[in-house]
RNA sequence: GGUCACGUAGUUCAAUCGGUUAGAAUGCCGGCCUGUCACGCCGGAGGUUGCGAGUUCGAGUCUCGUCGUGACCGCCA
């Protein structure tokens, strides 16, 4: 037997008269009692199917018995319908079936299998292969497959040569903590897996390769968020012989062409470039959203002569300019000074200026401040009448970070953020260090890879808080896609950088020496970026969780509820590890 | 590690200030129905209010604990 001639979503009106064979899963039944109808889905469509009790009632009983669901398969003749369809493609037609197969029966699904479920998102995880059937996720999985297509051809016209990597790899001190294998063949040491491919696709390029790339999972045992799962997939890339400028260029080409491809939107002319000060100074944020202004302005200098004594201790005083908010009243301003006050954001309040419509203000802090002072501000922000300043001051890092996260809030509280509206950039120019307050010491911001800017190498000995980094950042719509950098190919360099980073010369070479050692063979400039799959394909659909662009996703504890994972092992397999579980 | 929210019928939700028999929609089951496509109409079944303790004459409602889910902070080179 044949199971299909056509899938569900194929047959038009100019098909009427074939004999057709169909099968799919039973969307739903209408039983009008002289005749029923049925849905018939695949992931191609809906196509319906009538069964008439006046030409073949046996055939129409059986019919009326298929439940939600399950899968048959049926035959019958493409026919003009009488009544049809507009919302659906093959709406104009319909199957007169004339022979029925039952495949596999169904139970009732725990939830709707339609666009809008009414399945909460406990019981559609649980039941994930159920919740795939539903067209919206189908949608997403197949927009991930097409930018996976293209992103391989783009970068096989460029010459990219995609190279697997190992899984079973070592753990490293630096970065995340790893998720990590026991060995049987060697009780007591541990394989870990890849936080990314790094030093791998650093050694193809001693080894020659010199464009490398691959669609490949990485691994980090850290806790999630609605955009970071503990497995997540990279587009991972690596050139030799370029500068920061010929990456960003051939990468900035990837973007355009998604763009265009997936979604028809241009984007014209090259994409800005901020620095990372910038994007923290202007935006408070290091992945600012540029779909929309209110950008951050200092006032500390205008401030700092006055009675208002939280404004005169503070290291930094600043804002942002409500476009049009100057209405807001008390009952709109109370929850966003509660909003800035959650732990959180962890501001100590919030100051507002209205500068009302007949060009008067009416301010927080009119006590300290009169007219002419306030105009001063006003000057700064270059507002106008009818906006809204809303002041924070304090610690300045602080500071800054939460007036980026309250110019999120008022963009969204504005509706300022158009949809279907794309804003991409770089970011570049990182601190190559941060500090970390628990380890006391630097750590690398990017990786322990990352060249620093040549005229910065003086600083790794004098100042190295203060060596920025031939870093960069793909930011879109305040989410950053992807990251890179040029690496070090120097191995003495290389060491001065495990050095700075608290490193003894033995650690260095325990952990890296391969490493160090490739480099003393001929290693080529080089550097590269990585892009996180994820986010690109979840910006795309228009979500702001990852979860729905992944098959068969982890939740924010990272467990598996359909499979249960992580599980416990029993005994023999531990024995055979030589792992024994300590008691809490 | 921390903060917050939620957990009631298969499902999505409601239940006034702590008050009498926990409701609705949808799904499900049965019946009727020949042009439906959110089919319609009639009827029916369906509840350990996540779990445990406490306060109270009385707890879905208040308190504590616990488990689960989600969001965020820390963390994520």
Redesign the pocket.
């Known amino acids: 037997m044949k199971y299909r001639t056509h899938h569900c979503g194929k047959l038009r009106l100019s098909d009427t008269g074939q004999q057709v064979t169909l099968s799919g899963w039973v969307q739903?039944t209408?039983?009008?009692?002289?005749?029923t109808?049925i849905?018939l889905r695949d992931r191609y469509g809906i196509t319906?199917l009538?069964f008439?009790?006046?030409?073949d009632p046996a055939l129409c009983e059986q019919a009326?018995e298929l439940?939600?669901e399950y899968v048959i398969t049926a035959a019958g003749q493409v026919?003009e319908?009488?009544?049809?369809?507009p919302?659906?493609p093959t709406?104009d037609i319909?199957i007169?079936v004339n022979s029925l197969q039952i495949l596999n029966p169904a139970e009732?699904p725990?939830?709707?299998i339609e666009d809008q479920?009414?399945?909460?998102?406990?019981?559609r995880?649980k039941y994930r292969y159920l919740d795939l059937r539903r067209p919206p996720l189908q949608r997403n999985l197949m927009l991930r497959h097409r930018m996976a297509q293209i992103i391989r051809r783009y970068l096989d016209d460029q010459g990219f040569l995609e190279i697997e990597t190992p899984v079973l790899i070592k753990s490293?001190p630096?970065?995340?903590?790893d998720f990590v294998v026991p060995s049987r063949l060697h009780a007591g040491r541990f394989y870990a897996l890849?936080?990314?491919p790094?030093i791998f696709k650093q050694l193809l390029m001693v080894s020659g390769y010199d464009r490398y790339m691959q669609i490949v999972k990485?691994f980090?045992d850290?806790?999630?968020?609605?955009?970071?799962q503990p497995e997540f997939t990279q587009i991972d890339c690596e050139m030799s012989f370029v500068t920061q400028e010929d990456i960003l260029e051939t990468f900035e080409g990837l973007a355009k062409e998604l763009f265009n491809k997936v979604l028809h939107v241009e984007i014209h002319g090259e994409f800005q470039k901020i620095t990372y000060e910038q994007a923290i100074n202007i935006y408070g944020s290091d992945k600012p959203d540029l779909r929309f202004g209110m950008q951050i302005r200092e006032l500390t200098a205008e401030v700092s002569n006055s009675e208002f004594q939280v404004f005169n201790q503070a290291e930094y005083v600043g804002g942002i300019c409500a476009p049009g908010a100057a209405g807001f009243s008390r009952k709109q301003l109370a929850p966003l000074t509660d909003y800035v006050k959650?732990?959180?954001?962890?501001a100590k309040g919030l100051i507002y200026v209205k500068y009302n419509e007949n060009q008067t203000f009416k301010s927080s802090v009119d006590k300290f401040f009169d007219g002419p002072a306030l105009q001063i501000w006003a000057d700064h922000f270059d507002a106008q009448p009818g906006d809204l300043l809303l002041i924070m001051s304090g610690e300045r890092e602080q500071t800054l970070?939460a007036l980026g996260?309250l110019r999120l809030e008022m963009a969204s509280r504005l509706d300022l953020i158009k949809p279907d509206h794309y804003v991409p950039l770089w970011v570049v120019d990182f601190p190559l260090f941060?500090w970390?307050?628990?380890a006391q010491r630097f750590?690398?911001?990017?990786?322990?890879?990352?060249a620093p800017k040549p005229e910065d190498i003086p600083l790794l000995d004098q100042d190295p808080g203060k060596a920025h980094a031939n870093a960069y950042d793909l930011v879109v719509n305040g989410v950053e896609i992807g990251g890179g950098s040029i690496r070090i190919h120097d191995a003495a360099l290389q060491e001065k950088l495990f050095e700075a980073l608290g490193f003894s010369p033995e650690e260095a070479r325990e952990r890296f020496g391969f490493l160090m050692d490739a480099f003393q063979y001929g290693a080529p400039p080089h550097g590269g970026i990585?892009f996180g799959f994820d986010r690109w394909v979840a910006l795309f659909a228009g979500l702001?969780?990852i979860?729905d662009v992944i098959a068969f996703p982890k939740?924010?504890?990272a467990?598996d509820?359909m499979m249960e994972s992580p599980a416990s092992l029993n005994d023999s397999q531990l024995n055979e590890l030589g792992i024994r579980i300590r008691k809490k």
Not at 52 to 55: A, F, G, I, L, V
Not at 174 to 177: L, N, T, Y
Not at 222 to 228: Q, V
Not at 443 to 450: L, S, Y
């Open positions: 739903k209408r039983d009008l009692g002289g005749m109808f849905d319906q009538v008439n009790m006046k030409t009326r439940g939600r026919a319908r009488s009544n049809k369809n919302n659906l709406g319909e007169i009732i725990p939830f709707t479920s009414d399945g909460g998102d406990e019981l995880m490293t630096e970065g995340a903590r890849p936080q990314s790094q990485c980090r850290e806790d999630l968020r609605a955009d970071r959650t732990p959180q954001i962890g970070k996260t941060e970390n307050e628990e750590t690398a911001m990017h990786h322990p890879f990352t990585a702001g969780s979860r939740n924010n504890m467990r509820v």
